[in-house]
T-cell receptor, first 110, second 114 residues
Framework: GQQVMQIPQYQHVQEGEDFTTYCNSS?????IQWYKQRPGGHPVFLIQ?????EVKKQKRLTFQFGEAKKNSSLHITATQTTDVGTYFC??????????FGKGTHLIIQP | DADVTQTPRNRITKTGKRIMLECSQT?????MYWYRQDPGLGLQLIYY???????NKGEISDGYSVSRQAQAKFSLSLESAIPNQTALYFC?????????????FGPGTRLTVL
């Protein structure tokens, strides 16, 4: 797998504020996947990005893949309590399997 | 997803005991994976299998072994459990020819080694 570093580890926001988590690598990534894990739950696939500079949106979520394919971000606009959980980036998935970042825990205060 | 099931869901055992965690899937996927999750460390790949006769070590395979009994079944064994193997274990599957190569996770097995 391809190593990925994810920041921040924790993020506290007020409900309605925006949230961003970042995923970085020292090497060029073949792809980047994002997963969400609700408290007490299992990771659930959100999206995959493969192209340089790619941007995809899912309602209030915006995913970006950097031009050099070494970084990615997930941005949530106007957070809601349902957004609570841990967001993981991951890369690879080919012959070496996926390598996950350590995740960003999103805590929302009403 | 209910398509990926894990048994048991919770297990408490003692140091030195042999433990088997089982994973079954009805998704028809060729690829299956075992991950370990510890607080603050994310998900670490233990073993993975791309078909029945294929077994590969992940980043933390020491102290673990696996068996791919059939396309739908992939079990993880701890030959002699130790306390630092206390963790949440996830099984996952993916399709070889999927557009997005996404992985589908089971509900997890919480293992405590005393």
């Amino acid at each position: 797998g391809q190593q990925v570093m994810q920041i921040p580890q924790y993020q506290h926001v007020q409900e309605g504020e925006d949230f961003t988590t970042y995923c970085n690598s020292s090497t060029t990534l073949s792809n980047i996947q994002w997963y969400k894990q609700r408290p007490g739950g299992h990771p659930v696939f959100l999206i995959q990005l493969v192209k340089s500079g790619e941007v995809k949106k899912q309602k209030r979520l915006t995913f970006q893949f950097g031009e050099a394919k070494k970084n990615s971000s997930l941005h949530i606009t106007a957070t809601q309590t349902t957004d609570v959980g841990t967001y993981f980036c991951a890369s690879g998935g080919g012959a070496d399997g996926l390598t996950f970042g350590k995740g960003t825990h999103l805590i929302i205060q009403p | 997803d209910a398509d990926v099931t894990q048994t048991p869901r919770n297990r408490i055992t003692k140091t030195g005991k042999r433990i088997m965690l089982e994973c079954s899937q009805t998704k028809g996927h060729d690829r299956m994976y075992w991950y370990r999750q510890d607080p603050g460390l994310g998900l670490q790949l233990i073993y993975y299998s791309f078909d029945v006769k294929d077994i590969n070590k992940g980043e933390i395979s020491d102290g673990y072994s696996v068996s791919r009994q059939a396309q739908a079944k992939f079990s993880l064994s701890l030959e002699s459990a130790i306390p630092n193997q206390t963790a949440l274990y996830f099984c996952a599957t993916s399709a070889t020819d999927a557009t997005y190569n996404e992985q589908f996770f089971g509900p997890g097995t919480r293992l405590t080694v005393l």
